[in-house]
C-alpha cells in the first residue's frame, strides 16, 4: 500500500501522536522505549537503498527495459567516471532534455509543413498579425481594403485553375448595400400572395 490516500486507504502518520514535544513530557518508559527503537529503524544502513537487478527485471516489461537500454547503458559509463549520484542525475537530464527537443522539434516541423490552406482543413491554423503601418507608407492612417471573400481565403483564389472563377465583387459603398435591401424589400411587396 502506498502513503498516499486512495480509496480505501487512509494515510496516517508514522510518527504517531509523539511528534510534538508537549506531548512527549508525559510519555511512559514503555513508551520512550517504543519511540527510540521506532527512531533506530527508520534510519536507513550505509548501503541501502541497494539497487537490485532481479527485482528491475521482475517488476518492468521487456518493453520498457529496451527503452531504457541506451540510458542504462550511458548511466554505467558516466558514473564510472563522475560518481554514482551525478551520474544518476547527468543521466536523467540528459534523457529529459532529448525528449524535450525531440517533441520541440516535431511541433516546428508540423506546424512549417502541415500549414493549413485551402487543402487541408484539419491542420494548424495560425493567424498573422497584419504588417504594420507607419507614417512613411502611402495610405498611412488608412487599412488596407479587402474585399468579404479575401478575409478567410487561405490561398484558393492564387492557385491557376481558380482564374477562371470570378471573384465576388466587393461592394465599399455602405449606400450601395442600404439601396440593394431596399430594393429586395420592395421585390418582396410586389410579389402577389
Known sequence: MGGTEGPGVKAFSLQGRFHDVRRRVFMTDEERRWRAQFLKDIQLADGEPRYVPEYYRATTNPIRRLWKSPMWVLQNFLQSKLGETPGYHVR??????????????????????????????????????????????????????????????????????????????????????????????????????
Not at 470570378?166 to 439601396?179: D, F, G, N, Q
Open 92 to 193: 536523467h537530464i540528459i534523457g529529459k532534455t532529448f525528449i524535450l527537443f525531440m517533441v520541440s522539434y516535431m511541433g516546428i516541423y508540423y506546424i512549417k509543413y502541415h500549414s493549413s490552406d485551402w487543402k487541408n482543413v484539419f491542420a494548424a491554423d495560425f493567424y498573422r498579425a497584419k504588417p504594420p503601418m507607419v507614417p512613411s507608407q502611402p495610405g498611412y492612417p488608412n487599412a488596407p481594403k479587402m474585399a468579404p471573400f479575401e478575409y478567410y481565403d487561405k490561398g484558393f483564389y492564387s492557385t491557376p485553375f481558380a482564374v477562371k472563377i470570378e471573384k465576388p465583387v466587393a461592394e465599399t459603398s455602405s449606400k450601395k448595400r442600404r439601396a440593394k435591401k431596399q430594393q429586395q424589400q420592395e421585390d418582396e411587396d410586389d410579389e402577389p400572395c
